[in-house]
């Protein structure tokens, strides 16, 4: 069951739900370490314009027959036409297979960044629209080599975004993407080689549930929390030990995401500081004053939310 309620929130099926659940949103941000965001990312492009949009690739569709790497074995994005950051010795970007909607960008083998003329010839490129009327897509692979100039450029992009377009960023590190850019896509963060903290693949199930709960609080109605708050009624004392998980796991979600935020240079706001005051009274209140343990996780949730919608955390994973 553990292995399954994570896998249930990987990150390639939290992408593949926002297909199915046809939430598609104009840019994606994929951070983490070695190859699995980028193929994360390639897969997700590919899924975005199959014909069956089942949130998979169905492999079988004229889309997915033209999204194929064309060296069908590689597994990877078409790697015969070599880019220039210059766009002299090759283009700046190419297509994924050979299908014209979608397109990738990656640093140039003989280039030290990816370049402004690359994010220029890419926005242009996608300001066109989609040959096939659907949608187009862009992965830029190793966002975090974009010049700075290549991310302003990217950013007036996303600051308009043409229909029917999404952006795909996977890059190592989100410190590295500047941050109206960061701001204004949907984060879905792999989990780190080591200390994956709250998010590792061992965790309990309830407690993943939790992380989920949480991580998609900018997204959930004062209804759905709630609901998720229903769990916690019943006999007071099997309530109350659940509702002390809710709390240490929130307590901890919060310090992660403070912690991600100064790692990236950002000062955390005080709502953030005072949520977490505020969860250490939640968590006087049902010891020493015997609160309902529901009313706990419901003024525990509602907060938490007001402290997302404000801004002081970003908490956009995925809707
Ligand atoms: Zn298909």
Not at 206 to 224: F, P
Not at 306 to 316: E, K, L, N, P, Y
Request: hydrophobic letters at 40%; glycine letters at 8%.
């Amino acid at each position: 069951m553990d292995q399954l309620a994570h896998g249930e929130n990987s990150p390639a099926k939290i992408l593949y739900r926002s297909i199915q659940n046809n939430r598609v949103h104009s840019a994606y941000l994929l951070t983490g370490s070695g190859d699995l965001p980028w193929m994360t990312a390639l897969g997700f492009a590919r899924a975005l314009v199959c014909e069956r949009s089942d949130g998979s690739v169905c492999d079988a569709c004229n889309a997915c027959h033209r999204s194929r790497a064309t060296d069908a074995d590689a597994g990877v994005a078409a790697a015969e036409i070599i880019l220039d950051g210059k766009g002299k010795r090759g283009p700046t970007y190419r297509h994924i297979g050979d299908h014209p909607d979608l397109f990738w960008v990656e640093r140039g083998p003989d280039d030290t960044r990816i370049s402004i003329l690359q994010a220029r010839d890419l926005q242009n490129a996608l300001r066109l629209g989609a040959n096939e009327g659907g949608r187009s897509v862009a992965v830029i692979a190793g966002a975090e080599w974009m010049t700075n100039n290549a991310q302003n450029a990217l950013l007036r992009l996303l600051e308009e975004p043409p229909p029917q377009t999404t952006l795909v960023l996977a890059a190592s590190r989100a410190s590295a993407i500047i941050a109206t850019i960061r701001s204004r896509s949907v984060r879905v963060r792999f989990p780190a080689d080591s200390d994956a903290g709250l998010r590792a693949s061992d965790a309990l199930e309830s407690v993943a549930q939790i992380v989920d709960t949480l991580d998609h609080l900018g997204s959930q109605s004062v209804g759905d929390l709630l609901d998720f708050a229903e769990q916690y009624r019943g006999g007071r004392a099997v309530a109350a030990e659940s509702v002390t998980e809710l709390i240490d796991v929130s307590a901890q979600w919060l310090c992660e995401e403070v912690k991600e935020l100064v790692a990236e240079g950002e000062e955390p706001a005080t709502q953030a500081l005072d949520a977490h005051h505020s969860l250490q009274q939640l968590r006087r209140d049902l010891i020493s004053r015997n609160a309902n343990p529901q009313m706990v996780a419901e003024r525990l949730l509602l907060g938490l939310r007001d402290v997302v919608a404000a801004g002081a955390i970003r908490s956009a994973r995925v809707a």
